[in-house]
């Protein structure tokens, strides 16, 4: 006999819905907007507003920027996260209890008092460019989501298949790669993403580090908003929120770690 869904979880259900899509319907709404400032609903329709945001050279500039910071970043991040989440996760028992905290200490610490100590160790005290303290940064910002996701993933797996693909004459190394990354794969995948978005929407971090000539399309915004209160910063957001997206679903079609099975 078939269940019925109770109508209080229905209803549950689509407020859950609404909550989560509630504000992108209306910053898409304000970025269709044909007045020329931000409103909700909006009184008529326009793609206007996209096109000035690229006309506007500030944005597509730190764009490119912001873009190249997330994806170092994050890769940073994850050549780091992943081995560091591994050795906790295999040697948890040889390893000290207090080593998995170390690795959260960037989220427990305020953004803004870390980056106050990143601009002072990595741009005044080493004098690192402005783009190599950012990547540092960056990396430094969403190295917890790393090894927190893929430490997770982690804790679910079964050691002894790499154990029984050593015992087979599979080096370790190769062991980890075509057996132990293909298992944690769905936790790579939420690790990056987590990370790549909380970078790429980083400000308080980019705002110490950042320098002549050089600028994240956060700041920009912020900045743009200084002085305009028009839509176009609800179309940079509609546009930001759509490349996410595509490039998330490019992640999650390519890291399937097939490759390291041929």
Partial sequence: MKRKTHPALIAFTVLTFLFLLGPLIVILGAALSDTPFLTFPPQGLTLSWFQNAFEIQAF???MGTSFILAIGGTALSMLIGIPAAYAMARYRVELPAFLGNVFVLPILIPEIVLG?????SLATGWGLPIMAALLIGHALLVLPYCVR???ASLNGFDFSIEEAAVSLGCPRWKAFLIVVLPNIRAGIIAGFILAFITSLNDVSISIFLTGP???TLPIQLLAHMEQFFDPT???VSVLLMGVTVAVMAVVEKTLGLTFLTK
Avoid at 116 to 120: D, T
Wanted: zero cysteines; charged letters at 10%; aromatic letters at 6%.
């Fill in 60 to 62: 597509t500039r730190t």
């Fill in 116 to 120: 106050f100590s990143l601009m002072r």
């Fill in 149 to 151: 996701v893929v430490g």
């Fill in 213 to 215: 000539g050089v600028s």
């Fill in 233 to 235: 910063i609800a179309a």
